[in-house]
Nanobody
C-alpha cells in the first residue's frame, strides 16, 4: 500500500520560509514523477511544482524563483522549500504521485502578519 505523509506546514509571516516534506512508503519516489499541489481558501487545487524521475523540475509561474522542489532518495522523501512566502501562498499543500494516483493528507501553510 502506497502512502504519502506530508509535514512541515505552519504559520509564518510574509517573507519567511518553510520546508515541506513528503515521506513515501510502499514505493520508491525516485521511480516516479512526484508533485506538490495546493488548495487555497475558496480556490481549486493547483499544481505548484513537480520533479521527474530524471530530476527535471517544473514550477507554477506564481512560485518560480521562490520555491524549490527536491528529492532525497536515501530518505525516500520529496521536499518543497518555500522562500519569500506571501499571504497568497496560504493553502493546504498536498504531495502527489500522479502515476500511482496517490495523495497525501495535506499540510496547512498560513502566511499572515
Amino acid at each position: 500500500q502506497v502512502q504519502l505523509v506530508e509535514s512541515g506546514g505552519g504559520l509564518v509571516q510574509p517573507g519567511e520560509s518553510l520546508r515541506l516534506s513528503c515521506v513515501a512508503s510502499g514505493t520508491i519516489v525516485s521511480k516516479w514523477t512526484m508533485a506538490w499541489y495546493r488548495q487555497g481558501p475558496g480556490k481549486q487545487r493547483e499544481l505548484v511544482a513537480r520533479i521527474t524521475s530524471g530530476g527535471t523540475t517544473n514550477y507554477a509561474d506564481s512560485v518560480k524563483g521562490r520555491f524549490t522542489v527536491s528529492r532525497d532518495n536515501a530518505k525516500n522523501t520529496v521536499y518543497l522549500q518555500m522562500n519569500s512566502l506571501k499571504p497568497e501562498d496560504t493553502a493546504i499543500y498536498y504531495c502527489n504521485c500522479p502515476t500511482l494516483s496517490t495523495w497525501g493528507q495535506g499540510t496547512q501553510v498560513t502566511v499572515s502578519s
